[in-house]
């Protein structure tokens, strides 16, 4: 059945999101789908003294790459969320604006859209 096989895709990919988000960041305490980005801290240099500049700077373009990747992987496992919850609710496959069906092709490009061509926006690509 094709909607069982778009929920285990859903699934799958949320599975991937979580570790992805996992190895970048922490579960934002209290609130679901939040998360915050860790500092990475680079193991100390041969000299176990404090990290030089270089290695501030490098920590620093570390974690503005994290913010970038989490933000992302955050918005796109809620949307994954989003769907696996439409399922739930039997209400799965419906343009979010004008209930039409969204097209068979189109969810299996991408099981978390929520709206039909039309109605597309561009955060869900
Ligand atoms: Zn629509």
Redesign the pocket.
């Known amino acids: 059945m094709i909607l069982a096989e778009l929920k285990k895709s859903l699934e799958e990919e949320r599975d991937r999101l979580v570790t992805d988000l996992k190895s970048i960041a922490r579960p934002h305490p209290g609130v679901a789908g939040e998360w915050d980005t860790q500092f990475p801290k680079f193991e100390p240099g041969e000299s176990g003294s404090h990290a030089s500049q270089e290695e501030e700077a490098d920590e620093v373009e570390e974690y503005e790459n994290r913010l970038a990747a989490e933000g992302s992987l955050e918005t796109r496992l809620l949307a994954i969320n989003r769907a696996l919850e439409r399922i739930a609710h039997g209400t799965f496959g419906k343009?979010?604006?004008?209930?039409?069906p969204?097209p068979l092709e189109r969810l299996r490009a991408n099981p978390a859209a929520e709206?039909?061509?039309?109605?597309?926006k561009r955060i869900e690509s």
């Open positions: 343009c979010a604006t004008c209930s039409q969204i709206h039909d061509m039309p109605h597309e």
